[in-house]
């Protein structure tokens, strides 16, 4: 005996869900939607006074309603099942319209035309699928791989045989149809409004949308779980799906897990940056949050009152008199473990005689996705176990189980909760699980127990007053039905008010005006930001400039700014040492030859590196950030500033060795000035949190006192002693190089081209500032030295002071560290310190530089003082490239 459905059973009417006034929620939902459209555009206001709010496009792959065609051009619409309708519906707040599949093929215009029209009265428009689509997209790609692999079931085997199996034509049907999707947005849009994509069947459609309109407010939301990275590594379209779903604004997941699963997929399969907020992909933000769902509470206490819900409570405390009332509600799928609960009641019943005609199981499972085989599988299943558990434990006129393969209407279910004495949801996996919140807001009255999966998102903010199983555990599921249905009356009201507190304060309109006005603050953050990225560097200007000029002077950095584009493995970097990009080695054979232009290179690198890279070059090398200088005829020199503290050394080698030790592929470098600890070829999650745990040493212990500075770069922490910049060094630099050219005209051309690290080496960029940047050049200038100081006081042109800080004498080392290159570092061993210039000599100014002739520019940042960017040193080629050429036409 499979199941036992009375004629008085609740529920009976699966079609809409009737109010005293005879309208659907749907029709109440919509009507409350079109009258926030007319208040909006009459210009009133709530009843509440708050004022209504954008219009809001959400777009799920499911209507709230599913049309069932009735004749040629008329149609009936039902409610549809499941959690995101339910959640939605709950949703008042918006001038909201739906998007999306109205559960039905409808190949003729007749058709599409009528449906269309019935579902404009409720402002649904639909996206019409072919039968081909549904099948590829929907049962294949969505149900049968998406849906199994985000609910940790795996990826079921490809096969050969079944050509609609196959992943690939399963996904190129999902990028169709979520271009459909897609299509029919793109129609309906406005300026100002906001798009809110839902689940995993549309994954791409942020990208498809942003595609079409840049502008465009998306939001995306997963209403299942995010699996682990090691489960969506498996993904074929792992990339391309992550792609797809970061050209949104924000994305949304029920849980911190959930969310903090994408975002180490982004930077374990995709390599991309990680921040607070969410994740970075070249300059372009994708917010990243949590934003549990909730119900609309009031809903379901309000009809508890109604006579609809108040009958069949009447009916079914007296069929079931006597026999406690044990109730779930699932849809029939796997990943909500029915046999698993089956099988722990059976235990139950097996080990407690006594409660065997003491307690029934209702189990209300609505179909779902009939035409996925995996569904149909288990619907056998299912009803195989409980004919058997009927058949073990049943009587002539009672059985244990009630199990119904229906859908209940709303007070139907409303009444089920309202009896029931435990619920019982053993999700394997499941998104939220809005059943278990549904039950809780009905039982105010009777203080019912949930037993809830622990793999359920609804066990974190539930798991106060559930009972936490774990669904596999048979046993202890069985024991957790024993400790419900024996719990003091104490116990269950404790519990219960835990829950209700939480279900009553964390409904689905709070749920969703977070979400929505978390999208509009992200939106204009990313506004903000965007405003403050300086423009692309004006390679026409930059070359007409400096081919006018006559005394030219280019700082270049050397890592990710004159280096070869990394190459990935995985989400490793490839191993490899820095090297010059190669096609850079003709144009800057041509700059560095022009007597009328100097080029620096200035980098982090200690000098072995630059030696190695530049030697064929005739340039000027500043290694560690410009600590130590090298003009072209090999010689190095210190330029170190005097009473540099350097006592932190030894304890924080000591932690850079701890932590290299333990950080596979990780390595340490010690300069002279600071030490630098880099995980570039680490597994880059592991390198993070290790990087992490290593500021909290450093900070807690060696450097808490010392006068360091620590530079967290992308893959890097470096410590560095304080006053060591790139722009503290320049003036040292410059007095040398003026002195050793004997230049006797003033600079007239500066182009300042670095992957700087933001807050530690864009000094360099101020220095030169002839004015005030507005890209926030006065933050870095307290800290410059006199000549710069002076810089930016006037125009132009700069004088270099000599004296206190700006050169050192020659014998400045003494009591300091050695200054000596280590030997096994480099094969250039001779160091000696920058000579210090007789003030007398350089009385002119050594720059005579106007706002125009003057090139900073950031690369691969978008958050600089510099005036310009170049988005990556392929750029950077290119540009010197066109430079380079320009300049010996003009010679
Ligand atoms: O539309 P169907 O294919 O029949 O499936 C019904 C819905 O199932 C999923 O619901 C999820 O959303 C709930 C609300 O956020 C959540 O509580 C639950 O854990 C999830 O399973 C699916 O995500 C929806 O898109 C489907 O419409
Ligand atoms: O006969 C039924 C059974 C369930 N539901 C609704 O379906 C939703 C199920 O949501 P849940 O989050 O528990 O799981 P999902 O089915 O979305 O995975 C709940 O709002 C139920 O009220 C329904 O309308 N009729």
Avoid at 847 to 867: H, I, M, P, W
Wanted: with cysteine.
């Amino acid at each position: 005996m499979v199941g036992f459905q009375s004629e008085n059973m609740p529920g009976n009417n699966k079609y809409n869900e009737y109010n005293n006034s005879g309208a659907s929620s749907v029709e109440r939902f919509v009507e409350g939607a079109a009258a926030a459209a007319k208040a909006l555009s009459n210009g009133y206001k709530r009843e509440d006074g708050k004022p209504f709010r954008q219009r809001l496009l959400v777009v799920a792959n499911r209507l709230p309603v599913s049309a069932v065609r009735k004749g040629e051009d008329s149609w009936s619409l039902e409610i549809s099942a499941g959690g995101l309708v339910s959640a939605l519906l709950g949703v008042k707040e918006f001038e909201a319209r739906w998007i999306g599949w109205a559960g039905v093929n409808v190949p003729d215009e007749v058709g599409q035309k009528t449906l269309t029209e019935a579902l404009a009265e409720k402002r649904c428009i639909p996206v019409f699928l072919t039968e081909e689509i549904v099948h590829q997209y929907y049962n294949g790609y969505c149900n049968n791989i998406l849906w199994p692999l985000f609910h940790y079931l795996g990826l079921p085997q490809e096969d050969r045989l079944a050509t609609t199996r196959g992943f690939q034509s399963q996904f190129e049907s999902y990028q169709v149809a979520n271009q459909m999707f897609a299509d029919v947005v793109n129609e309906v849009y406005e300026e100002g409004d906001i798009v809110w994509c839902h689940d995993y069947h549309l994954m791409f459609l942020p990208q498809c949308l942003k595609k079409f309109n840049n502008k465009m407010k998306v939001g995306w939301f997963l209403h299942t779980p995010f699996p682990s990275s090691e489960i969506h590594r498996t993904l074929p379209s792992r990339t391309e799906l992550l792609r797809a779903v970061l050209a949104a604004d924000l994305v949304g997941f029920h849980t911190y897990d959930y969310a903090r699963h994408f975002v180490s997929a982004c930077t374990r399969i995709l390599g991309l940056e990680a921040t607070p907020e969410g994740v970075e992909d070249q300059g372009k933000m994708t917010r990243v949050a949590a934003f549990p769902i909730g119900i609309d509470s009031e809903r379901f206490i309000r009809a508890l009152g109604s006579s609809e819900v108040q009958g069949p409570i009447k009916d079914l405390q007296e069929r079931f008199k006597g026999r406690k009332v044990m109730l779930g509600v699932d849809r029939l799928d796997m990943i909500k473990g029915i046999p698993q609960k089956l099988l722990a009641f059976e235990k139950f019943l097996e080990e407690n005689v006594d409660w065997r005609d003491k307690v029934v199981l209702l189990q209300i499972a609505v179909p779902t996705r009939t035409d996925v085989p995996e569904y149909q599988k288990l619907t056998s299943q299912v009803h195989e176990i409980v004919g058997r558990i009927n058949g073990r434990f049943g009587s002539l006129t009672a059985v244990p189980i009630h199990h119904l393969d229906r859908t209940l209407d709303f007070y139907g279910l409303c009444a089920l909760y309202a009896v029931t004495d435990v619920a019982l949801v053993t999700s394997l996996r499941d998104g939220m699980n809005l059943v278990s919140y549904e039950f809780v807001a009905c039982q105010e009255k009777k203080k019912g127990v949930l037993i809830l999966s622990e793999f359920a998102g609804a066990a974190q903010s539930l798991g106060a007053g559930a009972l936490l199983v774990n669904p596999w555990n048979i046993t202890k599921v069985a024991e957790a039905i024993s400790k419900a249905l024996n719990m003091p009356s104490a116990e269950r009201e404790k519990r219960h008010r835990h829950n209700f507190h939480h279900v009553t304060t964390h409904t689905a309109q709070e749920w969703a005006e977070t979400f929505v006005s978390e999208l509009n603050d992200t939106v204009v953050e990313a506004q903000l930001r965007t405003k403050q990225v300086p423009p692309r560097l004006p390679a026409d200007k930059a070359i007409e400039q400096y081919l006018t000029s006559t005394n030219r002077l280019l700082i270049l950095g050397f890592n990710g700014t004159l280096t070869e584009p990394v190459e990935r493995k995985g989400d490793q970097l490839k191993e490899m040492e820095l090297s010059v990009h190669p096609e850079l080695k003709l144009p800057l054979t041509k700059l560095c030859s022009d007597p009328n232009t100097t080029v620096v290179v200035l980098s982090g690198s200690d000098r072995q590196i630059l030696d190695e890279n530049f030697k064929e070059y005739d340039t000027w090398l500043a290694a560690e950030n410009g600590m130590f200088l090298n003009s072209s005829n090999g010689e190095w020199m210190t330029t170190m500033p005097e009473q540099l503290n350097m006592e932190w050394v030894d304890s924080v080698k000591h932690i850079f060795e701890y932590f290299t030790e333990r950080t596979p592929r990780s390595h340490f470098e010690e300069r002279e000035a600071s030490l630098v600890w880099n995980y570039r070829h680490a597994d880059v999650e592991f390198g993070k949190l290790q990087a992490r745990d290593m500021l909290q040493h450093l900070c807690t212990g060696p450097i808490s006192n010392a006068s360091v500075e620590v530079v967290q770069g992308s893959r890097s922490v470096e410590v560095r002693a304080a006053g060591v910049t790139k722009g503290a060094a320049i003036d040292r630099i410059l007095g040398e190089i003026v002195h050793c050219k004997s230049m006797t005209t003033p600079i007239d051309y500066v182009l300042c081209i670095g992957h700087f690290l933001a807050k530690q080496d864009e000094d360099i960029y101020d220095f030169f500032e002839p004015e005030p940047s507005c890209f926030g050049a006065s933050l870095q200038r307290s800290k410059l030295t006199e000549a710069a100081k002076f810089a930016n006081e006037k125009v132009s042109p700069m004088k270099i002071p000599s004296g206190k800080n700006g050169f050192k004498s020659t014998n400045q080392n003494k009591g300091q560290r050695p200054v000596s290159n280590s030997p096994k570092k480099t094969s250039n061993i001779f160091s000696r310190t920058v000579r210090k210039p007789a003030p007398e000599k350089i009385t002119w100014n050594v720059l005579d530089l106007k706002k125009e002739n003057y090139f900073s520019c950031a690369v691969g940042r978008t958050q600089t003082n510099a005036r310009f960017t170049l988005p990556s040193p392929d750029e950077v080629a290119e540009f010197l490239k066109e430079l380079a050429n320009a300049s010996s036409h003009n010679n």
